[in-house]
């Protein structure tokens, strides 16, 4: 059966945008600039899906072999 | 430190009122040196050009040697010539452009089209334009006629039958308009076509071309200059020539030769034309040849840097050295040197050193140096003061790091301490080959000397033998006993094994024992655990089931585990450091696995593992040359019970083999899941095939197992079980059968038309036609049999060929894009541009090398703990 979306493929880990605070908090927390963090095409269908807009920040959690579940942020370009 | 982003790197050619305003002076005389010796004013070592001597201020900028950095000057070339490098460029613009109105030959309307993309560099306009005006005889612009554009490489261009000079040429590209160029690809802002015509001619500083001073007192100039020279001369006949009013012919070729000098100046191998010459016949390294190729600039001078401070050599082996050591031979400690400051803890033996002559230098506190010879060795005793640095030679006990090539590893450069010794190889311990991937057929090591104090300290506390037995990549030991290391303490550690005390004086010798405990064997005797249980440290305590027992469970010799009691001796148990039960194997020593080794290494640190090593590698050695590791024929001689066996065997699995030939025949033969009628047949013959090697392989192994438990004889036979070297495979090829070869995971299909190989009849199916090997090493096979073996032989030989080459670039690409990757304070991974690669190193922010196999807790053994 074909997957209507991207994100029920079991590959795919889950996808959060971030709120404007907790965007914040991460970049404070890491001391990033914008250009320092991981990224993530806007055209990439899992963004298309959730509705990222550029220059949001999302919220990955995956599921990790060291760490059981592991979350990642990427910010949309 | 200001950190830069680089942005753009912009390549372009020097015009000729740039190279006149960088030019310090003009460069006119041919002559290099008056009679006198003398640079020549406006030669090519006028020292306009920068200074060369010391104490010499620079005629141009008037600083010193240090400072100056050089300047360059300018030949003003009495006819343009081509610049070589750029005939190419030159040739596609004459191409399309008009001779009379200098337009490119399109239509306008056309080049309106074009204009889109410029600066797409996929577009590849200047390709398409080329393309379309190479071939047209009429300029749509002015309808100008235009002949054929000739290059005659690599510099000479023809216009129709008649040559074009580089003149005409240079009138030509100046009437490009800069929209045109644009579409050709060029900036003119930046960049004029001209500007390839060389109308003057930079001369590089002296710094760039250094004349030598022979003993003799002969100048010997550089290739450059050389060069340089003929230019100049050949330039000066010209003008005079041009001046005299000499045949247009005479002129013509003076050009020619002109063009000759500058093209070989900048390359002396383009092609088309003979290599400038030396006097000697050796052709001139010119600025192409200073830079190109394996040992040009880029990748002898730049990327291969050599350091002072290192010794290479052969490797050799030396047991009695410590893990921690590097037997060093004299000549190289004698030679290389390690810098110590003088302090008031240190003067005294260090006066003591000078006047032993194993200091070379002194460093007074203002930087001056003084070499310590014998006739200066008391002035400088007396001299000699709190502050000072002294560079004395290598003596025991010195750090350095020691490294083997390829350095894939961590593990591949360690700190050794330095113990002098007679000869001339470098000794290691070989217990640290594993590391380093040593062997002793002719391998050279590095060596080399920290020499600053923070550098010594870094070695020792950070890359220390002792330091690296847990591996930082998969969290097991790396360092490891192996082959005759094992099979030495299992011989040791067997039941039987027992000393009497003067036997056993000489293994307490060996280890360095000096208070002998008391015999455990009937009060006269000493078992092989207690000796092994002088390198255990107080305190210890672990149980596992040694590889022994995994053998003995895998011939289904042992069925039911009884721990401690275990009737073949292959429970381990250690209690308060002494070995109680249980044979020392490879599941306790090995790599990857080394339940003991491991252990010790945790739980008592880097100095016990170290003790540990050094005695059990002398005492296996020992045990090894007591007991002595040997075969014979007869041990690979099969048993009764083991040829019935394997005739009954065989004979089943050949009657098995064809019925289901015949059935496959028909047709009948069930399909596997997935497979088609071919496939399942193949599979099915493998698995009879295979099937019948493990029931001969079964029963070998039971039977050698049960002898050497009997009674033990130190044979190959205590390599497998001890897990040391060889398996049950290997065995089995001796004493039993080969099996089935394989060629790429399946039987050996290709070769004729409907049969393997031409022994075979055509179309014959069957266990023995699909390259079944019933014999054994032992017997010897029979000719099918040869080239079925064969067959598989060369794969694994090609194979291993293949990967390391594969998997040799693929390490390098990965290393390489990796290298510039590290862990910050907080714990995240990032680039050399401290982009984020991981939030959290690991995504869980252990070291593997703090893991036990990549687990940061085993849940297991802290049960136990508490329990």
């Given at each position: 059966m074909a997957l209507e979306k991207v994100s029920q493929h079991i590959l795919v880990p889950k996808h959060e945008i971030l709120s404007k605070e907790e965007a914040d908090k991460l970049v404070k927390k890491y001391g990033i600039s914008i250009d320092n963090m991981p990224k993530i095409k806007k055209d990439d269908p899992v963004v298309e899906e959730i509705g990222a807009k550029k220059g949001d920040i999302l919220k990955i959690t995956r599921k990790s072999p060291t760490a059981g579940e592991f979350v990642y942020y990427r910010i949309v370009e | 430190m200001i950190i830069k982003r680089i942005e753009a790197i912009e390549f372009g050619v020097l015009s000729p009122q740039q190279i006149r305003k960088l030019s310090a002076i003009e460069i006119k005389n041919?002559?290099?040196?008056?009679k006198d010796g003398y640079p020549m004013e406006g030669g090519l070592m006028d020292p306009h050009l920068g200074v060369i001597n010391p104490g010499l201020r620079c005629k141009t900028c008037g600083q010193k040697m240090k400072d100056c950095p050089g300047h360059f000057g300018h030949i003003e070339l009495i006819r343009p010539v081509i610049h070589p490098e750029f005939s190419k460029k030159i040739e596609e613009l004459l191409h399309a452009t008009c001779k009379e109105c200098g337009k490119i030959m399109i239509t306008q309307d056309k080049l309106e089209l074009y204009k889109q993309f410029i600066g797409n560099p996929e577009a590849m306009l200047e390709k398409r334009i080329v393309a379309k005006t190479k071939k047209l005889k009429q300029c749509p612009h002015c309808g100008a006629e235009k002949k054929e554009i000739f290059l005659d490489k690599p510099t000479n261009f023809y216009y129709g039958e008649d040559r074009i000079y580089p003149t005409q040429i240079r009138e030509w590209l100046e009437k490009i308009k800069d929209d045109d160029l644009r579409l050709m690809g060029y900036n003119p802002e930046r960049l004029k076509p001209e500007w390839f015509i060389i109308t003057a001619l930079l001369v590089p500083p002296i710094a760039v071309r250094p004349s030598i001073t022979l003993e003799t007192g002969i100048k010997s100039e550089d290739d450059l200059t050389h060069k340089l020279v003929d230019i100049i001369r050949i330039n000066l006949r010209l003008k005079d020539n041009i001046e005299a009013g000499a045949p247009q012919l005479i002129i013509e070729d003076l050009w020619d030769l002109l063009q000759y000098h500058v093209t070989t100046y900048f390359n002396n191998n383009t092609a088309g034309i003979a290599p400038a010459k030396h006097r000697s016949g050796r052709p001139l390294r010119t600025l192409v040849q200073r830079l190109?190729?394996?040992?040009?600039r880029f990748r002898y001078n730049l990327t291969g840097k050599r350091v002072n401070f290192a010794a290479r050599s052969t490797v050799t082996p030396d047991i009695y050295l410590s893990i921690n050591e590097v037997g060093v031979p004299e000549e190289i400690a004698n030679e290389l040197t390690v810098s110590e400051f003088v302090t008031k803890w240190n003067i005294k033996e260090i006066k003591e050193l000078v006047k032993h002559g194993k200091v070379n230098y002194i460093i007074r506190p203002n930087g001056t140096r003084k070499k310590v010879t014998d006739s200066t060795k008391d002035e400088i005793i007396k001299e000699l003061d709190i502050g000072f640095k002294v560079e004395r030679i290598l003596m025991n006990g010195d750090i350095v790091l020691f490294n083997r090539q390829p350095s894939l590893h961590r593990l591949s450069m360690m700190a050794h301490t330095v113990k002098v010794m007679p000869g001339r190889t470098l000794r290691l311990n070989p217990i640290v080959c594993k590391p380093y991937n040593a062997d002793f057929d002719g391998d050279e090591m590095n060596l080399h000397v920290p020499q600053t104090e923070e550098g010594k300290t870094e070695a020792r506390e950070l890359m220390l033998v002792e330091k690296q037995?847990?591996?930082?990549?998969?969290?097991?030991?790396?360092?490891i006993l192996d082959e005759d290391g094992v099979s030495g303490c299992f011989i040791l550690t067997l039941k039987s094994t027992k000393f009497t005390k003067a036997e056993a004086e000489r293994l307490f010798y060996v280890l360095d024992i000096k208070e002998l405990p008391k015999?455990?064997?009937?009060?006269k005797y000493y078992s092989g655990k207690l000796i092994f249980s002088q390198l255990l440290p107080k305190g210890l305590n672990l149980e596992y089931q040694s590889n022994m027992c995994k053998v003995l469970r895998e011939s289904e010799i042992c069925k039911k585990c009884e721990k401690g009691n275990c009737p073949y001796d292959a429970y381990v148990k250690i209690v308060d450091g002494k070995l109680v039960s249980g044979v020392i194997d490879a599941l306790s020593l090995g790599e990857g696995k080394g339940k003991l080794v491991d252990e010790i290494a945790r739980v008592y640190g880097p100095e016990t593992i170290r003790k540990f090593y050094d005695g059990a590698g002398k005492i296996a050695v020992e045990i090894v040359s007591i007991f002595g590791m040997t075969v014979g024929l007869d041990e690979y001689e099969p048993s009764e019970k083991v040829k019935s066996i394997k005739a009954k065997a065989l004979e089943e699995g050949l009657q098995q083999a064809k019925k289901v030939v015949e059935k496959y025949e028909k047709g009948t033969l069930p399909h596997l899941p997935g497979k088609s009628l071919e496939e399942s047949f193949e599979i099915t013959m493998m698995r009879i095939g295979n099937e019948i090697k493990q029931r001969v392989e079964k029963e070998i192994i039971k039977e050698k197992v049960l002898e050497l438990i009997e009674k033990p004889r130190y044979n190959s036979i205590v390599m497998i079980l001890s897990g040391s070297r060889g398996s049950v495979t290997n065995l089995t090829n001796l004493v039993g059968l080969w099996g089935q070869a394989a060629v790429r995971e399946g039987r050996?299909?290709?070769?004729?038309k409907k049969r393997a190989i031409a022994l075979l009849k055509k179309g014959e199916e069957g266990l023995i036609s699909g390259g079944f090997i019933e014999n054994n090493f032992m017997d010897g096979m029979n000719p099918i049999e040869y080239f079925f073996h064969s067959m598989g032989g060369r794969q694994g030989e090609v194979d291993t060929g293949v990967s390391t080459k594969v998997s040799g670039y693929l390490y390098r690409r990965l290393a390489n894009s990796l290298k510039d990757l590290s862990i910050n304070q907080d714990l995240t991974v990032r680039t050399a541009s401290k982009d984020i690669v991981q939030f959290l190193y690991g995504e869980d922010g252990v070291f593997p090398k703090n893991t036990k196999k990549g687990k940061s807790i085993e849940v297991e053994t802290e049960i136990e703990k508490i329990i």
């Open positions: - | 041919p002559e290099t040196y008056d190109q190729g394996k040992r040009g037995v847990i591996s930082p990549r998969y969290g097991a030991p790396v360092i015999p455990d064997i009937e009060n050996p299909k290709r070769g004729f």
